[in-house]
């Protein structure tokens, strides 16, 4: 990654923001929901990013993060050509309405469009079973880094479809939005989830999908329509990790008329939760045995029983072991068990399941895209990716189902293998509160990323404007966001008074920003 020294900023937000790429602000822009997205949107001088030397964030409209693989892949339905690329932008929002051409069903509601050229013409019907499975952080820049540890996923891009140049195609590149791209076929800019932090309408801040809900997503998922269009008969079901996951199933028993489809969510104690008005989990899943058989096979992997993988004490403990491969193993046979008892692909009517592997996101955070861990942690889930489509041979029967793989967005690099400032969230908070004269809480209510909420009585009470705050980010040096006293690595010596940020615009100026983009481009 190529990283360009500036030390001149741009002469305020307006031209901070009409001096963005085009393809950036396009993808910010479907990002913005108005009311709900954050008062101030920064963009960080790429590869920057906010975090800290040992642990990362991803959000933000560049490449690394918006590329994504996307592969169909299924006998009988799916064209076998390989490499597939189209004379125009794919993103994950074109994912349902190709799945809805497949299952023959209108979806009106997306914004996306089929893909042209992956379904078999000659298909009779659809498939008994599509699985959609996410690998979250399973980016192209993840995969590359990587390339011999995904032999699977390689043979089903061969023998199927895997579409060229896909991006997530909207910003914040995080996994509520992003997930919800792929489940409605839309972008934040309608479907409403912005994010993780989310303004009301009355002004408080709530979390996307609190409380197991997806109240805030605005438009229906594919899983919302093809279910009607059976009178509830089909099987609707999901395995993920936290309700940020839901926007790529359905809204359950939250729809009119709709019903509690199947949405298992695992919590750091390794129970499963789910929210009981909306949706269902199995009773039997909490007694599915063999977590305990995978840590040990875990454990042993080094020659010893220690409760470390890869030299990291964290098999004992429920919170962190779900970031290891036990997890991935353990998940995938509760996955097997849901679709065999639940009878997916049992009868005529076509069954959806979806499942995120969140595992290399976490990794991700935690150690870093260019750690061994990330090495192990792929080779897991391609063995599990590899024993669905076994299981779905076996279970449902060869020629019977759809397999579709994809990624939420990619992983950040290694701050000073690409020269990125990780840039410290709580100095920034502190140095805007001290220049405007007001406190820390006062002023800020939330953060993310991507962009800040003020607390709008403060703002007012204190003549300050959103066009301020983003004026003083873009001017905003990397010498003051570094602690004081701090032994900064030597790469970073020579720039501390390069800007951090290349962009900051109020959010209220999309449009405007938009309008000037476009006519410059």
């Not at 030390?7 to 031209?15: D, K, N, S, V």
């Not at 929002?93 to 069903?105: F, K, N, Q, R, S």
Request: proline share 8%.
């Amino acid at each position: 990654m190529q990283v360009e020294r500036v030390t001149e900023p741009a002469a305020g937000w307006r031209e901070s923001g009409c001096s963005l790429p085009l393809e950036y602000v396009r993808r910010i822009r479907r990002g913005n929901y108005p009311g709900r997205s954050p008062d101030v949107i920064v963009v960080p001088r790429e590869p920057n990013f906010f975090g800290a030397f040992t642990s990362t964030s991803h959000s933000g409209p560049w490449d690394y993060l918006q590329k994504v693989p996307l592969v169909f892949y299924g006998p009988g339905f799916i064209e076998p050509q390989g490499d597939l690329s189209l004379d125009r932008e794919v993103t994950v929002a074109d994912l349902a309405p190709t799945l809805a051409e497949l299952l023959d069903v209108e979806f009106p509601t997306a914004v996306g469009r089929p893909i042209e050229g992956v379904l078999d013409p000659s298909r009779a019907g659809p498939p008994k079973v599509i699985l959609t499975v996410v690998w979250d952080g399973g980016g192209w820049n993840t995969l590359r880094t990587w390339p011999d540890q995904w032999p699977h996923l390689e043979r089903l891009m061969a023998g199927g479809t895997s579409v060229q140049d896909v991006i997530v195609g909207s910003s914040p590149s995080v996994t509520p939005a992003i997930h919800t791209n792929i489940g409605t076929g839309a972008f934040p800019k309608q479907h409403g989830t912005v994010g993780i932090p989310i303004r009301e309408e009355d002004g408080t801040m709530s979390i996307a999908f609190d409380n197991k809900s997806p109240d805030h997503v605005e438009v229906p998922m594919l899983g919302d329509t093809y279910d009607a269009t059976t009178e509830n008969v089909a099987e609707v079901g999901m395995f993920a990790f936290k309700g940020w996951h839901m926007g790529m199933m359905s809204h359950g028993a939250l729809t009119p008329g709709g019903d509690k489809d199947i949405a298992i969510l695992a919590n750091t104690q390794e129970k499963f939760v789910t929210n009981p008005n909306l949706f269902e989990v199995p009773s039997y899943v909490e007694d599915i045995p063999g977590l305990d058989d995978y840590i040990r096979t875990v454990d042993q992997a080094d020659g010893e029983l220690d409760d470390k993988w890869m030299g990291h004490e964290v098999l004992d403990q429920p919170s962190e072991r779900r970031d290891t491969p036990a997890w991935t193993l353990f998940q995938t046979k509760i996955i097997k068990a849901v679709l065999s008892r639940e009878g997916f692909g049992a009868d005529e009517i076509p069954d959806l399941f979806f499942t995120n592997y969140k595992q290399i996101d976490e990794i991700g955070h935690n150690f870093n895209l260019l750690q061994p861990e990330m090495r192990e942690i792929l080779r897991y889930s391609d063995e599990a990716l590899k024993d669905l489509t076994e299981f779905l041979n076996s279970e449902v029967g060869q020629e019977q189902w759809v397999v579709v793989m994809t990624a939420d967005h990619g992983v950040a690099p290694d701050p000073q293998a690409a020269g990125a400032w990780p840039i410290r969230m709580q100095y920034l908070q502190s140095d805007v509160a001290e220049h405007f004269g007001v406190g820390v809480e006062e002023m800020f209510v939330e953060t993310s990323p991507v962009g800040f909420w003020f607390d709008q009585q403060t703002m007012e009470a204190e003549g300050i404007t959103s066009e301020e705050v983003a004026d003083f980010m873009v001017d905003y040096r990397l010498d003051a966001n570094a602690p004081a006293g701090e032994d900064l690595p030597s790469q970073y010596r020579d720039r501390l008074k390069e800007p951090i940020f290349e962009a900051a615009f109020p959010s209220a100026a999309m449009g405007e920003i938009w309008n000037c983009v476009k006519e410059s481009d």
